[in-house]
């Protein structure tokens, strides 16, 4: 029995779903022998399933979004960093009930992974998701040596909207340790920059962009797009991603991957899979979005092609079965069956999951 799920978000983390599920598995069978793989697809999360899989845990004092020092956390095993945006420039490191949508930076992110590097990271994984910025990426190449000027030659100020006043970008003073590692983007998202189908426009009101920020961010990061000359960069896959940090990774020799893919990858889950003959996965709530390249479908297509058996657990189900059948998953079990209040099985979520994992193990393990 392998347990490979995501966090509920709100209200588990991808350790406990794994506590959880594994406890109610051994109420049914008590000798079950089952292994706990928490995964991520590279949004917040992924240096903690990192660190459940074996890295070391590394703290670092960074820029928070608005400039306040955080606490951020990396993970690194064997020359292996795992680096998540969200640890600095996550919407988690903003006040309670504050959103910055025009200024906040990304330059923490490009801390941490000069922290990464100074540590002798050789390979690092980028992950990236949950961001409270939209600013192309440029903090974070600032904080790597790189200088976005305006006109009067002064740094442009923090944030995407500012990006409106650049003139000048010179990526002469990057730290030149980028060039020599395996730098992976790791996303669940594969947007451009800019456009209908952008960083802004789809993922900025999340932000707390009103539709009138949202053409000022987007025509923020076409400027920035236009003074770079980086028009072709800007369109691949990724460079929406949580804010555009996509395109400014993608500037520096990125190579783009589904999150996901990257993480089972370095999680080891091949050889965890080799041992299982079921597989659990799962996350808050199972709905069209995961069939996107989210963790629950990235387990499933992989365990498939193993030809073994996997079921979901979940918060919310919004897919049918014969959906939810040709991503891999023979059947979802929800919270949301043993509890109809939304509210309760945000609150009790642990409980309500072990019985539904004891549901699991009277259906599949008798």
Known sequence: MLVAAD?????????????????????????????????????????????????????????????????????????????????????????????????????????????????????????????ATTDGGTGMLAALGARFLTASGEPVRPGGAALAELATADLSGLDPRLSSVEF?????????????????????????????????????????????????????????AAGGIGFGALLVGARFRPGIEVMLDVLGFASALERADLVITGEGSLDEQTLHGKAP???AAAARAAGKDVVAVCGRLALAPEVLGRAGIRRAYALTDLEPDVAKCIGDAGPILERTAERIARDYLT
Do not use: C, W
């Open 297 to 299: 479908a990235g387990v």
């Open 7 to 131: 966090k509920f978000k709100g209200s588990l983390t991808a350790v406990e779903v794994a506590e959880r599920v594994i406890a109610g598995l051994r109420r049914v069978r008590p000798d079950l022998r089952a292994e706990a793989l928490p995964v991520a697809d590279g949004g917040d999360g992924t240096v903690e399933a990192a660190v459940a899989a074996g890295f070391e845990r590394h703290e670092v004092r960074v820029s928070g979004p608005l400039g306040d020092e955080v606490t951020a956390a990396y993970a690194l095993r064997d020359g292996t960093a795992v680096v998540e945006m969200a640890e600095a420039s996550g919407l988690q490191r903003l006040p309670e009930g504050v959103l910055a949508p025009l200024t906040a930076s990304t330059y923490g992110s490009g801390e941490l992974l000069r922290a990464a590097l100074d540590a002798g990271a050789r390979s690092i994984v980028f992950g990236v998701g949950g961001s």
């Open 184 to 240: 992976v983007l790791a996303s669940d998202v594969d947007n451009p920059l800019t456009g209908p189908k952008g960083a802004a426009a789809v993922y900025g009101p999340q932000k707390g962009a009103s539709p009138e920020d949202v053409e000022r961010l987007d025509a923020a990061l076409a400027h920035l797009v236009k003074v770079l000359d980086a028009s072709a960069l800007a369109a691949s896959p990724g460079a929406g």
